[in-house]
């Protein structure tokens, strides 16, 4: 057979898998989505790209994979939405399987074989797998996977698993072609939410469906807020929500039993309205009615078992918004943001009800019928701790918790067996013992219940399992109280744990299983250099490993370091087994202070040492004394690591013993003591600094603490309190005076005989409708600002109405003092700049919509960097807001330039530098004091203000000229002169409006009117 007519058979061949791709103005990912697809151990596959009229470079990179890879097929259409494309792939798909996929999305390898295997095993007619989401180099669990993908579920139905609506996006699942084509409505064009009924109606025509713990999909959570689900503040995509869950309601009533119309009942109210919510809280009264309207009707359609299969809090906050109480709606989402949302109950039957002493006020005009707890948001949850051997015996320790079931006083009912993956019929109970253990309530984190009680351990002998061969069981657990009865497996490993390299313990999509007879490694040639650790010890700031090292000398142990993240501490001292690290740091040429938090490694000549002999069984380990916490744990790679915290003890560290501290913490009034904090306590800067000094001028007699909860030094004279600590707690209860930039707590509120001042973090000129929303200014008693413009905004967009002290800002104290130049030269002789470099400041502040649930969020990557250090005689010194703080430290190494992001003194970078690059952020009317050059680059200016709309036009608050483009940067700074003289009346108006009364005395100024 010619290679002609090879390429033609394979051509013509039908494809296994069509993979429908909608592509609309995805260019930074679509490779990485194609390539997912592309790369995929099942081969026999056709990807068909739909281009809905992209006007980016998404159509070039179509054309380029469609080039050099058969499988790839592109079909351009106008723009038409995401619906009408994926209906024309649909029409052109061969595959004997169908999926969709998101073009900003990606498939795991080994996913499309999984699921065909899964469909040609049960003739099922879809099967869908879990999804995890992605951003920012981080996973985060979906919140419905625990309760749809616990465990596999074959040839199900919605009558027999109704959870399963629970999981309705598209992308996940792979359809029999046939079925989808027979019996599928197509997708609506032209509005959002288009796959909601036709996902739902696959569920409720097919046959039988398959439910698969594995994840299938990796699911992108967009940083540009440009995503339809992105989008719920606006009145059009509410509207289109409402009107697909009305298509879908119809389609339910004809088609549905009534178990599975209150199942979906309890969806709608669960899951697809919460987020409209929080978006009525500032809307208009048209945003506001229309939502009202529609929860009524599905609430008018909610039996009492549809009620029952609700999680507490979205029913309740739900329930409010139906009534039209805005105002419960937002002291609901506080008090759920302080307590958790999962309240304390009792157990009545087979339910659990939520109970309360006293009754919280948004609750007063809730019926008794809304206090019921879901049974999804009641699981019983179970992950392994560690695993040992002895002879045949196996013993496996973990946690066990049923949510909301207290056990912290008691121990609850639990019984153990075994299931063997091949037979689950096969069951062998086993004896299980329950221990108190606070680490429990840390892995937990439930704010309102202990779980202390919940320590597992198990014993099984593998000897007396049945069957022979590569038999894999799983552990299964049921706790019991009265006739309250859940049920679950054990699908997780506890982070950092050393299970996964305990021989017998293999990972399976249904978590970790014994296999029998024990899975062994084949023995791998012993390395000629390896460093073993099996012990970890804390003596004060130090912190001594014992070791076994095999083929390194002396001098080469010596040479031993912890790698760390954002630091690498050297050895303090070596004797025979023992390393001894000193856990502080030098930085940027400033004293000693506490290792910065985070993770570290052992490396000796690069390297990484791994835990041997009695330490994996312990691990994670945890050491804590007065001045750190460390723990050790196992990596994935199975190489030791080393976290540093604060030395918060694990009933501290807890969400409820935090509860516990924050309700129940009790002290006098210290009529001496004031308690200064920067941030939740991760700096030692700002205005609450420069207040620290002039309190030790001129009250000397008062006792100030900081709350910290990074090592750094705090003033002389000043105690240091870890933050979350009991003393903290008890600190914070008892200071007649708090002064913080910023929130202490959404759960803080002082008492009667204390005053909160807040310093905020720079002048206001961005919308604070979201500080607003949470009403959480009301508890502050002074609040300070910059200038009269300041105060006015405070009172207008914020609403604040007690006491302002319109007195300048303190900070600005730390640039106008006195020895401003050898403040100037000493940071620059310590950042290593040489006097005739021109050291230029880039200072962006976070993007809104990058952020959101992470925070780690990506850096605007619009300015070069790398050809702005290019200059002749200039070099960049980056510093980016904290959000930002691992991507910046990304950048800064990719570009070569100094990232500064955790320098602890902004006021010395500001001197340091000779020009500014500056955005949004508040730091450019502290900058405008200096008199120096600023750029203003904007490159994303509408998109910024469409989410944080500017309360005075930039344009009055720029301290030099504003650009849109590197290039005009790059430009700028090639003249200095020209920039300096051009920035100079911007400066001078910013001077003259909002800083007049920033004079280098506010700070003793605002002393004196406090004290």
């Known amino acids: 057979m010619s290679a002609t007519w090879e390429r033609l058979r394979r051509r013509l061949r039908r494809p296994v898998v069509s993979l429908v791709v909608p592509v609309y103005n995805v260019e930074p990912y679509l490779a990485e989505c194609l390539d997912s697809l592309l790369e995929q151990t ?28 058969r499988r790839v097929r592109v079909i351009t259409q106008g723009n038409a939405g995401q619906g009408a494309a994926r ?31 899964t469909l040609r095993s049960t003739g099922s007619d879809f099967v869908v797998g879990a999804a995890q989401r992605f951003s920012h180099r981080r996973n985060l669990e979906v919140a419905w996977g625990d309760t749809v993908h616990d465990r596999d579920r074959l040839a199900t139905t919605l009558d027999e698993f109704p959870d399963a609506m629970l999981d309705i996006i598209a992308c996940n699942r792979l359809f029999r072609t046939e ?95 919460q987020q409209y919510l929080r978006f009525a809280l500032s809307a208009d009264d048209v945003y506001r009615e229309r939502l009202q309207s529609a929860l009524r009707t599905v609430f008018e359609r909610a039996t009492d078992r549809a009620l029952d299969r609700m999680r507490f809090a979205p029913k309740v906050r739900a329930w409010l918004g139906a009534q039209g109480d805005w105002a419960a709606v937002e002291r609901a989402d506080a008090w759920f943001r302080a307590h958790g949302s999962l309240p304390p109950s009792r157990v009545a039957g087979d339910r659990m009800l939520a109970t309360f002493s006293p009754l919280p006020d948004f609750l007063a005009s809730v019926p008794a019928s809304m206090l019921t707890l879901s049974a999804s948001e009641t699981p019983l949850v179970a992950t392994l701790r560690s695993a040992r051997w002895a002879g045949s015996r196996l013993t496996l320790e973990g946690y066990v918790v049923v949510r909301g079931l207290d056990a912290g006083e008691r121990t609850p009912d639990v019984a153990a067996w ?56 799983h552990l299964r657990l049921r706790a019991s109280e009265d006739g309250l009865v859940r049920e679950g497996g054990v699908h997780r490993v506890l982070d950092g744990s050393a299970v996964a390299q305990v021989p017998g313990i293999v990972a399976t999509p249904n978590g970790p299983g014994i296999r029998v007879p024990a899975a062994t490694s084949s023995e791998e040639e012993p390395a000629a250099q390896r460093i073993g650790v099996h012990g970890v010890d804390l003596d004060g700031r130090r912190l001594i490993l014992s070791v076994d090292a095999v083929g390194f000398s002396r001098d080469e142990l010596r040479g031993a370091v912890l790698q760390g993240d954002a630091a690498v501490i050297p050895l303090a001292a070596f004797e025979e087994g023992r390393l001894t690290f000193e856990l502080a740091v030098e930085r940027w040429g400033l004293a000693a202070t506490a290792a910065p938090r985070g993770g570290y490694r052992l490396t000796v000549g690069g390297v990484m040492a791994r835990p041997v002999g009695p330490l994996p069984p312990q691990l994670p380990y945890v050491q804590v004394d007065d001045h750190v ?46 308690l200064l904090q920067c941030g939740s306590g991760d700096r030692l800067d700002g205005d609450p600094l420069a207040l620290d000094a002039a309190l030790a001028r001129l009250r000397p007699d008062l006792r100030r603490v900081w709350g910290m909860r990074s090592g750094e030094a705090v003033p002389a004279g000043a105690e240091a309190a870890v933050v979350g600590s009991e003393r903290w707690h008890r600190l914070l209860r008892s ?32 919308s604070m409708a979201a500080d607003a929303r949470t009403g959480r200014h009301r508890a502050w008693t002074h609040l300070l600002a910059a200038s009269p413009d300041a105060e006015r905004l405070y009172r207008a967009d914020l609403g604040f109405t007690a006491p302002v002290l319109t007195l300048g800002q303190p900070r600005t104290d730390l640039l106008l003092t006195p020895d401003a130049d050898a403040v100037r030269a000493g940071v620059r002789a310590r950042l290593g700049i040489d006097p005739d470099t021109t050291a230029v400041l880039y200072a962006p502040t976070y993007r809104d919509a990058q952020v959101g649930r992470i925070r780690s969020a990506p850096l605007p990557r619009d300015l070069d960097l790398a050809a702005i250090d290019a200059l002749p005689g200039t070099s960049v010194l980056l510093r980016a807001h904290p959000y930002d703080a691992p991507d910046a430290a990304a950048w800064a190494r990719a570009s070569g330039v100094p990232d500064l992001t955790d320098y602890p003194r902004q006021a010395d970078l500001l001197l340091a530098a000779d020009v500014a690059i500056l955005d949004h952020s508040a730091l450019r009317f502290d900058w405008a004091l200096t008199g120096k050059p600023t750029i203003c680059f904007l490159p994303d200016r509408e998109a910024y203000e469409s989410l944080r ?63």
């Not at 792939?89 to 074989?113: I, K, N, Q, T």
């Not at 796959?195 to 594995?214: C, E, G, I, Q, Y």
């Not at 001042?757 to 961005?766: D, E, I, L, N, Y």
Request: charged share 25%; hydrophobic share 45%.
């Open 42 to 69: 099942l081969p026999d596959l056709e990807v068909i790209a739909v281009d809905d009229g992209s006007t980016d470079g998404s159509p070039a990179i179509l054309r380029a994979y469609a080039a050099r890879d």
């Open 87 to 117: 209906n024309a792939g649909v029409e052109a798909a061969r595959g004997e399987f169908l999926m969709f996929v998101d073009s900003d999305d990606m498939v795991p390898r080994g996913a499309l074989a999984a699921m065909v295997a």
């Open 179 to 273: 079925f989808w084509r027979r019996s599928v409505p197509p997708f609506e064009a032209g509005i959002a939410y288009e796959d909601h009924v036709p996902m739902l109606a696959s569920s409720v025509l097919a046959t039988r469906f398959d439910v698969l713990a594995r994840v299938v999909y990796r699911w992108r959570i967009r940083t540009d807020g440009s995503s339809t689900s992105q989008q719920k503040a606006q009145l059009r995509n509410l509207e289109d929500r409402i009107a697909v869950k009305e298509q879908a309601h119809r389609l339910l009533q004809e088609h549905a039993s009534p178990l599975v119309f209150d199942a979906w009942v309890a969806r709608t109210i669960d899951i697809d309205f």
């Open 418 to 473: 075994l299931v063997a993956s091949d037979a689950p019929e096969t069951r062998v109970p086993v004896p299980l013992s329950l221990a108190a253990d606070d680490r429990v309530d840390a892995w937990a984190d439930d704010a309102a219940i202990s779980y202390r009680h919940g320590r597992f351990s198990v014993e099984v002998d593998v000897a007396r399992l049945p069957g022979t061969g590569e038999r894999t069981w």
């Open 629 to 674: 916490r460390v723990t050790a744990r196992m990596r994935a790679n199975g190489t030791l690591g080393l976290q540093v915290a604060a030395p918060l003890s694990d009933a501290e560290r807890s969400a409820a013993g935090q509860l516990r501290l924050r309700t129940r913490t009790h002290a006098q009034p210290d009529p001496g003591l004031v």
């Open 735 to 766: 200071a007649t005076t708090i002064i913080s930039d910023g929130e202490i707590g959404e759960w803080f509120e002082p008492a009667g005989f204390q005053r909160w001042v807040v310093t905020g973090q720079g002048h206001p000129a961005k």
């Open 949 to 1011: 709309p500017p309360l005075i036009p930039y344009e009055e608050t720029a301290p030099g000229p504003i650009v849109t483009r590197s290039d005009e940067v790059v430009a700028l700074l090639s003249d200095l002169p020209a920039l300096r003289a051009a920035s100079a009346p911007f400066a001078r108006a910013v001077r003259a409006r909002f800083a007049a009364l920033d004079d280098g005395s506010v700070a003793e100024r605002v002393v004196v009117a406090l004290f």
